[in-house]
């Protein structure tokens, strides 16, 4: 998913923001923010859905930017987790809307 942290990379310098910004929103160091761009990190859910709420934009906007990342297989599963939140009454981050 190295492609994923690049495209969160331009999507965070396209709205200004610094990685200090990103890392004291999601409660992290900036050398962990850091690393979650340059893909030192495996991103996660938990992950995604911080990151995409500060940048309000949906988890998928992250990596359907990107060949590697988009697909439909992708976006089955994107829409199978949603429909399982649904199901078992759990939040839905407003990003996934």
Do not use: W
């Not at 995604?48 to 590697?68: A, F, G, M, N, W």
């Not at 990342?69 to 407003?94: R, T, V």
Request: with cysteine; hydrophobic share 30%.
């Amino acid at each position: 998913m190295k492609v994923c942290g690049q495209n969160i990379r331009k999507i965070r310098r396209s709205k200004d923001f610094t990685q200090e910004y990103m890392a004291f929103e999601m409660g992290i160091s900036q050398k962990a923010y850091s690393d979650i761009e340059n893909s030192k990190v495996k991103i996660n859910l938990e992950i995604l859905t911080k990151i995409s709420d500060i940048l309000e934009i949906k988890p998928s906007d992250i990596c359907s930017i990107s060949h590697k990342c988009s697909g439909d297989d992708y976006e089955d599963k994107f829409n199978d987790l949603l429909e399982y939140m649904k199901q078992n009454n759990l939040p839905i981050p407003e990003s996934y809307q």
